[in-house]
């Protein structure tokens, strides 16, 4: 029987989620003869009922452009603004679903989309996850699309700060995102041959990180390169927050709990300024002059390598064939080769940090890279 298909795109916007939507649309038109329509701007058009079409049309030409083409929006169905308040949709989203008569419902996102669905999956939904993310934190698969893309875009700078810090004989240092997890900026920073990298997953010590760039100095390079990921934490401050959430989670009480949940608010807004703190610093203990760079949204904007264009599809792909085959409740996920579903429930809740004993880390300190631990 033909199925009826919707898509979304939800969460921060990554290269490579237009290609998924052409690979997912494709497939269903001309190989499972489905039909399919896109929600706008992510979980809040499936309450709004906010319909695009995908005919063949609309999935014309949209491979090698970035962003997405259906909007997005970090909405969760549970806790959606709407006007002054902030309401459970639910309801509204299972309502719509099957006033729409869809059969599917395939979302595409990072961390939190993966969860929302799955949470519209309890409510009987038929789900299928695509794993979508520049941070590439996504559990359960090798990699999630956009990461490569941000990956070059920040490898590129690195490059391009080479020659201006030599130059200048300066420290730049460059923030990298990835939110909590440190695959960005060490990818990054292998990558682009950075002297230090900092991550999330190794808290550091500045004056280990100040030692490296004076050696560096008294050997007479008189310049670095500075990777922080915009999740990097010093030492003395991950420490202050470990207790603060040990706090929080033996609270005997409600006024413990908001306690230390204030705690940990403070300690997070410390982190604020954070890169802008190490420049501070490492110009201080160094004695040369530093600068700072924040690479922001440019590393989500642009068109997707051929590396995210390939995986988006094979991803894509694959979801529209197991919509043929009625196999819901999954995400698709990167296994070398193999484009594979996996549970949703093993998914959720988890987060693919950098392993301490990873490949990437035993190479960055091999060619003499600081990560300040
Ligand atoms: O999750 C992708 C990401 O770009 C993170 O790296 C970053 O922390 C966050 O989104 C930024 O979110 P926003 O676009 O909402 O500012």
Redesign the pocket.
Known sequence: MAKYVGILTA????PGLNAAIRGIGKAALNKYNMDIVGFKDGFRGLVQNKIIPLESRQLSGILTLGGTILGTS?DKPHKMPIGSKVLDMTDVIVENYHKNHLDVLVCLG?GGTQKNAYRLMERGLNIITLPK???NDVAMTDVTFGFDTALGIATEAIDKLHSTASSHHRILVLEI???NAGW?ALGAGISGGADVILLPEIPYNIETVADAICKRSRGGKHFSIVAVS??AIPKKVAEELKKAENAKQNAKNKDEKKKASKEIKKIREKLSNHTMWVSEQLQKLCKIESRVTILG?L??GGTPSAGDRLLATRLGTTAAKLIKNEEFGVMVASKGDKAEPVPLDKVVGKKKLVPIDHPWIRCAKEVGTCLGD
Do not use: A, F, P, V
Not at 11 to 14: I, K, L, R, V
């Open positions: 969460g921060g916007d990554s970090r990072g993310t520049i941070d995102m990835g939110h960005l915009e999740g949204h590393q989500r």
